[in-house]
């Protein structure tokens, strides 16, 4: 996964090109503006992000390692095919409970 990291506007406007070096080597640059994420810098037709909405926390705790984004967007299911009678899932509870 690329590396993220999250900058504010002051701090990208004072050292944009040693951004703009960082964004060559593949890492993303999210910036914000009073800690809402209002843009992102990426390598030219690098897939879409999937974290348009990051929360800034979210995005350090990321560049920490402390937590592991996802590799793509959630993907709808198929409906199940498999269908139950109506309490099915009460009466199995409740028989795992010892109730009556």
Do not use: H
């Amino acid at each position: 996964m690329a590396e993220l990291k999250t900058v504010g506007v002051k701090e990208l406007k004072n050292n944009l090109s040693a951004y703009l070096r960082e964004v060559r080597r593949g890492v993303r640059i999210f910036v914000s503006d009073r800690n809402t994420i209002v843009a992102e810098l990426r390598e030219p037709l690098a897939e879409p992000s999937i974290l348009r909405d990051l929360n800034p926390v979210v995005a350090e705790w990321a560049n920490a390692g402390e937590v592991q984004l996802p590799l793509s967007e959630k993907a709808s299911l198929e409906p199940s095919p498999v269908r139950a009678k109506r309490g099915t899932a009460l009466r199995v509870l409740d028989d795992l409970r010892g109730e009556p």
